[in-house]
């Protein structure tokens, strides 16, 4: 005889503020919402400092403070957040079966899955070392601390554009560094960049080093080089921000869910609804475009109405 699994109305893949959101909403309705919390409680906001730019918070918070209080007010109408990893989904059926850390099997009537998406980083040690100390992945997230000085974005598509262009109406001066001879940015984005007056592209420029202390000193330089004929320029900077795209943590839902070129979920427009029923996606998993934590935080909150009504109709 096999064993009995646990039922669940509604299960959250990941706690960042979609997830925390929707389970706020659905603890409301008295759903007992399940978080796993994935590899990164709390989600992308944990590796920020201050967060100045959602509404409630009129001094700011801290974005690991910003993710406990979600949490907290997820608990506080009974949500179940749990530690561990979604490690395989079967939506062949309903219940869904959910595996969690290899080992425990959960059944779940829907599956909000906030998994979020994942800056991508050049991989050098310096970006490790200065991390928070004015090295970011968010130019509308940091942006601001650097009103005034000059900044640094590495970068060649629509990301680095709009990254480079947002930064340049707030720092003294922006360079971005492009790896090849021509940007893979559309020519409109591109256009915007050569148009802006305070913004230098160094094309075929590649990043040796970023300069600084962590604390208070922080990035004092970049060293670029360029690829074709070695020679570095050092490039004053108190900020460094790498945009060269984001990775949607979609991998585990490959045999059943429609993606697009870049692996984002494909949801039905104006609502958060996959194309299997019961099965719903909020925040950045489905959304290249804005990214932002309210923008996450709405769509987690259209995710958990979408799944109440779905339980209701399929009683
Ligand atoms: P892309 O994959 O389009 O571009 C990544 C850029 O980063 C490329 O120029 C690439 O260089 C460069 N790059 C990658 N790795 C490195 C590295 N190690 N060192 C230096 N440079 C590197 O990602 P985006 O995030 O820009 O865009 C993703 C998708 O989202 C696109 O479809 C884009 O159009 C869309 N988007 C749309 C926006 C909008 O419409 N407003 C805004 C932002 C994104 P190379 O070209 O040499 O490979």
């Known amino acids: 005889m096999g064993e009995k699994l646990e039922e669940i109305d509604v299960l959250i893949i990941g706690s960042g503020p979609a997830g925390y959101t929707a389970a ?6 008295d759903l007992k919402p399940v978080v796993i ?3 990164q409680p709390g989600g992308q906001l944990t590796t920020t400092t201050d967060v100045d730019n959602y509404p409630g918070y009129p001094e700011g918070v801290q974005g690991p403070k ?7 007010q997820a608990e506080r109408f009974g949500t179940d ?3 561990g990893v979604v490690t395989k989904v079967d939506f062949s059926s309903r219940p869904f079966k959910i595996e969690v850390d ?18 991508k980083w050049l991989g050098i040690e310096d970006e490790k070392r200065l991390n928070g100390f004015g090295v970011s992945a968010c130019a509308t997230c940091d942006g601001f601390f650097y009103k005034g000085k ?22 003294s001066k922006v360079t971005l560094l492009v790896r090849k001879d021509s940007m893979r940015a559309s020519k409109a984005m591109q256009k915007r960049v050569f148009d802006t007056k305070n913004l230098e592209v160094l094309f075929n420029h590649e990043t040796k080093s970023i300069n600084g202390e962590p604390g208070p000193i922080g990035v004092e330089s970049v060293t670029a080089i360029n690829n074709l004929n070695n020679k570095e320029t050092i490039i004053p900077a108190s900020g460094f921000f790498v945009a060269i795209g984001h990775t949607p943590n979609t991998k585990l839902f490959n045999d059943y869910l429609e993606m697009d070129e870049n692996g984002y979920l494909i949801i039905e427009a104006g609502s958060s609804k996959t194309k299997i029923p019961g099965v719903f996606a909020a925040g950045d998993v489905a959304d290249h ?4 934590a309210i923008t996450s935080a709405g769509t987690g909150c259209m995710a958990a109405l ?3 009504r779905f339980i209701a109709d399929n009683k």
Request: charged share 25%; with cysteine; hydrophobic share 45%.
């Open 102 to 119: 290899e080992k425990d099997n959960l059944l779940a009537k829907t599956v909000i899955i906030s998994t979020g998406a994942s800056a």
């Open 289 to 292: 475009v804005y990214r932002q």
């Open 66 to 72: 910003m993710m406990e209080d979600f949490k907290a």
């Open 24 to 29: 706020i909403y659905a603890a409301r309705a």
């Open 150 to 171: 000059e900044v640094v974005v590495v970068g060649g598509g629509d990301t680095a554009a709009e990254e480079a262009t947002y930064l340049a109406k707030m720092c």
């Open 306 to 308: 979408d799944a109440e």
């Open 81 to 83: 957040t749990r530690w």
């Open 37 to 39: 919390q994935g590899m």
